[in-house]
């Protein structure tokens, strides 16, 4: 078995990418081809099997190439993640058409484009997972975060509307929605003191009173990627310490 996971240089995808290969290969792909190498290494070190790749999922050239780059071995995706993302932090009266087509490109058309590469021999095999990271903001407003929100939000719908499509075909969808979780990407666009300032104003809205750690997300995502959910289908599974209940 092989699984692909977009974002997988670092963050939740890294974390994920280390737990999935204690019972898969796993491909990790990411823009940052040497942050995706260094991950790739360190799960080989351990006597499991990974394969490293480049890739920018906004673009369907790269998509492709990321495919015909893989070994043979490493082409027959049974799991996908579709994890990777970028964050604009502007209101949306601020931000500019540049940075909304970035961040919707990046989220919404990658999860598209990996999909559209890798369904083909999931339905094929009657068997497949696709697990897509939305957010705890897919269903709340955040002020500066529009388009984060806005991605995530599309992201869900299109987790809901694929689940509907391929459930029958033997291909599980799902999403997973993290609150706020103690990665790099949270932390970008930030000075160190911004950043850490940033944190201190989330603990204290946080049930459990602290940020949540990547490899806690990648234990849903291990979850939902794994028999133990075979009948769970279409949901937006959300490790968020209790931030957001709806």
């Known amino acids: 078995?092989?699984?692909?996971?977009?974002?997988?240089?670092?963050?939740?995808?890294?974390?994920?990418?280390?737990?999935?290969?204690?019972?898969?290969?796993?491909?990790?792909?990411?823009?940052?081809?040497?942050?995706?190498?260094?991950?790739?290494?360190?799960?080989?070190?351990?006597?499991?099997?990974?394969?490293?790749?480049?890739?920018?999922?906004?673009?369907?050239?790269s998509v492709k190439a990321m495919l015909e780059h893989l070994p043979a071995e490493a082409r027959q995706i049974q799991g996908l993640f579709n994890n990777a993302g970028i964050n604009v932090r502007q209101r949306i009266d601020e931000i500019t058409e540049d940075g909304w087509d970035a961040v919707i490109a990046t989220h919404v058309k990658g999860v598209l484009l990996v999909s559209q590469a890798v369904l083909p021999q999931m339905l094929a095999r009657g068997r497949g997972v696709v697990v897509n990271t939305a957010s705890d903001y897919a269903v709340i407003g955040v002020p500066g975060l529009a388009a984060y929100c806005a991605a995530k939000t599309a992201i869900y719908s299109m987790t809901k509307a694929m689940a509907v499509e391929f459930t029958a075909k033997g291909v599980r969808v799902n999403a997973v929605g993290p609150g706020p979780i103690d990665t790099p990407l949270l932390r970008a666009g930030r000075s160190p003191e911004e950043g850490a300032a940033r944190l201190d104003l989330h603990r204290p809205k946080i049930p459990m009173k602290r940020l949540g750690r990547p490899e806690e997300v990648a234990a849903v995502v291990d979850f939902l990627m794994s028999d133990r959910s075979s009948y769970i289908a279409g949901q937006l599974l959300q490790p968020n310490g209790g931030l957001v209940v709806w």
């Open 1 to 61: 078995m092989t699984i692909l996971i977009t974002g997988g240089g670092s963050g939740i995808g890294a974390a994920t990418a280390r737990r999935l290969s204690q019972w898969s290969a796993v491909v990790v792909a990411d823009r940052n081809k040497a942050a995706a190498d260094e991950v790739a290494r360190e799960i080989i070190a351990d006597g499991r099997k990974a394969f490293a790749v480049e890739v920018d999922v906004s673009s369907s050239a």
